[in-house]
């Protein structure tokens, strides 16, 4: 999971749909994910709150046309992959629902 993430980072991510396709993977692999990863499915679940949070403190007019898109498509993947992580491991996530709704 984290070399996908250290993927999705790239500078050309945006080339070939590349971060859409990293962010598709990880989607499914937290969808299929056995149960003894779960704990760790969890854990990365805090990375990507992180990732997100970070992306909600930047002003978005501020930034180019072309800059604004990818930053919405960003926030999007990242809800994306919360979502999956959230159906995947309800229990997990509980702890972290204030932040989440925050």
């Known amino acids: 999971l984290q070399a996908l993430v250290v993927c999705a980072s790239r500078v050309d991510g945006e080339e070939c749909n590349?971060?859409?396709q990293v962010y598709g993977t990880i989607c499914e692999l937290?969808?299929?994910s056995a149960q003894d990863?779960?704990?760790i499915v969890g854990e990365f679940s805090n990375a990507i709150l992180g990732k997100l949070e970070s992306t909600?403190?930047?002003e978005p007019t501020k930034l180019s046309t072309d800059d604004?898109?990818?930053h919405t498509d960003l926030q999007s993947h990242l809800c994306s992959v919360l979502?999956?992580?959230i159906r995947?491991?309800?229990d997990a996530v509980a702890d972290?629902?204030?932040r989440l709704m925050s």
Do not use: G
């Open 30 to 32: 937290v969808n299929f």
């Open 37 to 39: 990863t779960l704990p």
């Open 83 to 85: 979502q999956a992580v």
């Open 68 to 70: 604004r898109r990818i």
């Open 56 to 58: 909600l403190t930047v």
């Open 88 to 90: 995947r491991v309800k």
């Open 96 to 98: 972290m629902a204030d």
């Open 18 to 20: 590349l971060r859409l």
